[in-house]
């Protein structure tokens, strides 16, 4: 594909229940971001990658909250134990390099109940 | 630390009039700017951005925004908005393009 996909495009977890987030950035891209969008609010920040090292991890919002990109290419965002203030818009972009554009996905929609 | 703030929540113009969203931001050198559409759905698309020489900047889809450090803003601008510009707009400065902090967003409605 052209894009950075996402998917699921939407996902409900039962609180406590772990879900994993998958992202397939445009091919070629070395830099991979991932973004929480809570409602009403901008982006936030979680975790930035480089090829497969996980180079900034400060905006992860807790130890639950694990990020991973194994071959460097695509990235799975793993929340364990899910509570109701995870449910957001979680959102992906990838950049050909280091401090390049980044290009967006159209998120993962969570909701926790 | 950086900051971003877009005063307005919700803005509604009517189709054809010019529209102004307002963005102003705290940051302790020259930063990079930058305004995002999303529209519903879809991921975050950059309309512009400006990092440093012309202090006025041109984007896609007849967009453009001034950066101004004495004000410490970077409004988005267009003198006709079309009924496909409804959408979520947000500001965001950064350090760089990987380091971005985004504002809260302003929702604009179009009147027909």
């Known amino acids: 594909g052209a894009g950075v996909s996402q998917s699921p495009r939407y996902k409900v977890a039962k609180r406590g229940q772990d879900v994993a987030l998958r992202c397939d950035p445009i091919s070629g891209h070395v830099s991979l971001f991932w973004y929480q969008q809570a409602l009403g609010q901008g982006p936030e920040f979680l975790t930035y990658?480089?090829?497969?090292?996980?180079?900034?991890k400060s905006g992860l919002p807790s130890d639950r909250f694990f990020a991973e990109r194994p071959e460097g290419s695509v990235s799975t965002l793993k929340i364990q134990r899910t509570q109701q203030e995870d449910s957001a818009v979680y959102l992906c972009?990838?950049?050909?390099?280091?401090?390049?554009?980044?290009?967006f996905g159209p998120g993962t929609r969570l909701t926790v109940l | 630390a950086q900051s971003v703030t877009q005063p307005d929540i919700h803005i509604t113009v009517s189709e054809g009039a010019s529209l102004e969203l307002r963005c102003n931001y705290s940051?302790?050198?020259?930063?990079?700017l930058f305004w995002y559409v999303q529209s519903p759905g879809q991921g975050l698309q950059l309309l512009l951005k400006?990092?440093?020489?012309?202090?006025l900047v041109q984007g896609i889809k007849g967009f453009e925004a001034e950066f101004k450090r004495s004000q410490s803003s970077f409004n988005l601008r267009k003198p006709s908005v079309h009924w496909s510009d409804a959408a979520e707009y947000f500001c965001?400065?950064?350090?760089?393009?990987?380091?971005?902090?985004f504002g809260a967003g302003t929702r604009l409605t179009v009147k027909p």
């Open positions: 965001a400065v950064g350090d760089n393009n990987n380091d971005m902090r």
């Open positions: 972009a990838s950049s050909l390099d280091f401090d390049n554009e980044q290009f």
């Open positions: 990658f480089q090829n497969e090292a996980q180079l900034d």
């Open positions: 940051y302790g050198a020259t930063p990079y």
């Open positions: 400006y990092f440093s020489g012309d202090t």
